[in-house]
């Protein structure tokens, strides 16, 4: 009886090793992939400020002002993918709103972020499911209400 005792408690042993140990490692990887990538909270507003405007400069070709608003406070982290962020962006031009979307952003090495999706306001409107195969169920219903009709960010959200 005791051997048996022994036998299964060395399975027990192996198969957690065998089963556990591969999961533990990913983890482990995943959370120094996210610390590694996501920049410091302090740096955040200032990275996402600079490239948020290079990518929309590149977009409408004109220069413009931008201003954010979180659709999700925090990173998103999925395994080993770079850490994401999900943001509402009115861009500005000459004192105007000439476009908004919603946004998810990939941080990159602590020093930047690179956008990786946009969606526009008027495809959001006629395309609300669009949003669903890029955002998380959450931060899609948060776009699709900022989209609403003649909806734009107030200026507190900045």
Sequence with gaps: MKKIGLVLLALLGAACLYYIAPILILVSIGLMHFAHNAPDDARV???LQRDLKEYCESRMGRPV?????????????????????????????????????AVRVAA???????VTDYFDQETIRRSPEALDRVFPHSVAEAARARAGPG????????
């Design 45 to 47: 507003d200032e990275y």
């Design 108 to 114: 990159i090495k602590q020093e930047r972020f690179a």
């Design 65 to 101: 002002a931008v201003h954010y608003a979180f659709l999700r406070e925090g990173p998103t982290q999925s395994g080993i993918a770079y850490p994401k962020y999900y943001v509402w962006v009115e861009i500005v031009s000459n004192g105007k709103r000439i476009g908004q979307g």
């Design 151 to 158: 909806r734009h960010l107030p200026a507190a959200a900045f």
